[in-house]
């Protein structure tokens, strides 16, 4: 009985999981129903990530606190904490950032589509024990005035906002924002080289 009620948690938490599957349209896409998020990514720019690392995992919805999916919820449609699709070099080609793990280690990793190949660039990369056990503070409750938390991955991506966003734009292109949920943000950039660096004001 308690090996049959493992299993259904096993299969339970594999069936919310988010995916990466090859796409039989050979596009980017981000497709979210309910918790479930589906990334598709045209074959070759899947040989690409899975090359660079066949242990990495995107991180999925479930894995956020309540605070930080509310936060993606008032951006859109399809907007989701572990990838947004853009045009990061300014070559007119939809490109695509993930967030997510391996066994080690936590990273942001931008696939470039460009002269008929994909490329995959790492953004950033940290090492949290845990993460998706963090303390998430939400700010404090209205009645006592203490401190409230949620637990879940702090990080999340999403498109350059603000004035960042609009001196890449002056370049034709589109920056990585990296957040922590209530504290701070870095932006990056892919340059000329295949290279993600800091971008500054």
Same mark, same amino acid.
């Given at each position: 009985?308690?090996? +049959?009620?493992?299993?259904? +948690?096993?299969?339970? =938490?594999?069936?919310?999981? =988010?995916?990466?599957?090859?796409?039989?349209?050979?596009?980017?896409?981000?497709?979210?129903?309910?918790?479930?998020?589906?990334?598709?990514?045209?074959?070759? =720019?899947?040989? =690409?990530? #899975?090359?660079?690392?066949?242990?990495?995992?995107?991180?999925?919805?479930?894995?956020?606190?309540?605070?930080? +999916? #509310?936060l993606f919820k008032d951006l859109g449609d399809n907007q989701v904490p572990m990838a947004f699709i853009d045009d990061l070099d300014g070559n007119d080609k939809k490109d695509i950032v993930l967030l997510g793990n391996d066994l080690k280690k936590q990273y942001v990793v931008a696939i470039l589509q460009k002269d008929q190949k994909w490329t995959l660039i790492k953004v950033s990369e940290w090492s949290i024990a845990n993460i998706k056990e963090s303390i998430v503070p939400t700010g404090l409750a209205a009645v006592s005035g203490t401190a409230q938390t949620e637990t879940g991955i702090p990080f999340y991506v999403l498109k350059a906002i603000g004035e960042h966003a609009e001196k890449l734009k002056e370049k034709k292109k589109a920056g990585i924002q990296i957040e922590n949920f209530m504290g701070s943000a870095e932006v990056f950039e892919i340059n000329n080289n295949n290279k993600a660096i800091r971008f500054t004001l």
């Open positions: 009985m308690i090996k +049959l009620f493992t299993f259904c +948690l096993l299969l339970t =938490a594999l069936s919310q999981a =988010a995916t990466i599957v090859k796409s039989e349209t050979n596009t980017l896409e981000i497709k979210t129903k309910d918790n479930d998020v589906e990334v598709q990514l045209p074959t070759v =720019a899947l040989l =690409a990530l #899975e090359k660079w690392n066949p242990n990495f995992k995107l991180f999925n919805k479930t894995d956020y606190s309540k605070s930080v +999916l #509310e």
